[in-house]
């Protein structure tokens, strides 16, 4: 993603872009949510696909075991939150939580 991984561009794309979560894929974005796209991230994104560092790869092995406050966030993104106060109020979980949750590591 060109932007934060709850910045869909294009907004059109949204449905997609979650219908595509919803099947077991994911969306990835080195950016930190909240990150608007623009002109010079689409370059730094193309930049992963022209070296071939962004490739899609097939199903882990083995099952990655998610945490609790990972599996409510999932759902709440999955019933359609998209922002993290609005995952955090499907998901029960505190703002401060939702965020620390979704911070790359």
């Known amino acids: 993603m060109a932007g934060g991984i709850d910045k869909a561009y294009p ?3 949204w449905d ?3 219908e595509m979560v919803s099947a ?15 002109r010079i991230r689409f370059l730094q994104r193309n930049r992963l696909i022209a070296e071939g560092i962004a490739k899609p790869y097939a199903a882990l092995s083995f099952p990655i ?8 966030i999932q759902d709440a ?13 499907e ?15």
């Open 65 to 72: 075991e998610l945490t609790m406050n990972q599996k409510r």
């Open 16 to 18: 997609l872009f979650h």
């Open 11 to 13: 907004q059109a794309n």
């Open 77 to 89: 993104m999955r019933a359609g939150a998209r922002f993290p106060d609005e995952i955090a109020a």
């Open 24 to 38: 077991g894929g994911a969306l990835i974005s080195e950016l930190a949510p909240g990150t608007a796209p623009s």
């Open 91 to 105: 998901s029960g979980l505190s703002l401060a939580t939702v965020l620390n949750e979704l911070r790359p590591t």
